[in-house]
């Protein structure tokens, strides 16, 4: 059984950055997924930890940065220009298995944290 536990999120004006973490128990290739109320869950970005490749959605790209430290066994997401879509439940996955162009549908992840509340005011 992995644990994932984030941290990190709170209020913040747009503009305005913020660094989410997510520890873990094992290791695995690692995503972050985000739900606002009323809509589905969506994928963020996602990292495979043994080749370093990174994948993120093109609403996030050039402005948020997956990243993992292996010693510290933690994820990071570090969101910057933040917006006020950006607002939602900010989760962690982790998974077994990576596939290279798909990885950012749900179901591809086995574990789940409990996520943390990322609000951004206008």
């Known amino acids: 059984q992995v644990q994932l536990v984030e941290s990190g999120g709170g209020l913040v004006q747009a503009g305005d950055s913020l660094r989410l973490s997510c520890t873990f128990s094992?290791?695995?290739?690692m995503g972050w997924f985000r739900q606002a109320p009323g809509k589905e869950r969506e994928f963020v970005a996602a990292?495979?930890?043994?080749?370093?490749?990174?994948d993120y959605a093109d609403s996030v790209q050039g402005r948020f940065t997956i990243s993992i430290d292996t010693a510290k066994t933690t994820l990071y997401l570090q969101m910057n220009s933040l917006k006020p879509e950006d607002t939602a439940v900010y989760y962690c996955?982790?998974?077994?298995?990576?596939?290279?162009?798909?990885?950012?549908?749900?179901?591809?992840?086995?574990?789940w944290g409990q996520g943390t509340q990322v609000t951004i005011s206008s």
């Open positions: 996955a982790a998974t077994h298995n990576w596939i290279t162009g798909n990885m950012s549908t749900p179901r591809r992840y086995t574990y």
């Open positions: 094992r290791l695995y290739h």
């Open positions: 990292i495979n930890w043994s080749y370093g490749y990174k």
